[in-house]
């Protein structure tokens, strides 16, 4: 049986839906590149070069990504009563510092 709490949902500003398309369609094309790079037999230190930058850009739209949750969502639920969502953020800290 499945929980109604899996399915909730964030209205985001067009401003921050915007910056995260952004740089998910950057991270989309530095994938890309990577791929390209193997199937052109690129040098390994090259693509590990790139595949760094790739964890730094997808570390930073993570940033972001918890930076407006946590002002939007946590402290609109905190503003709400709703306290059990420190503990989900709390979880989700968790599994990001892991």
């Not at 590990?48 to 739209?61: E, G, P, Y």
């Not at 918890?66 to 420190?86: P, Q």
Request: aromatic letters at 4%.
């Amino acid at each position: 049986m499945e929980k109604d709490c899996c399915k909730r949902t964030k209205i985001r500003t067009p401003q921050e839906y915007k910056r995260l398309i952004n740089r998910l369609n950057r991270l989309e094309g530095q994938i890309r590149g990577i791929k390209n790079m193997v199937e052109n037999n690129s040098y390994c230190p090259d693509i590990l070069i790139q595949t760094s930058a790739v964890q730094s850009a997808l570390s930073a739209f993570s940033r972001e990504l918890l930076s407006n949750h946590i002002r939007t969502c946590v402290s609109e639920d905190i503003r709400a009563g709703k306290y059990e969502t420190v503990d989900e953020l709390t979880e989700t800290l968790q599994k990001l510092i892991r």
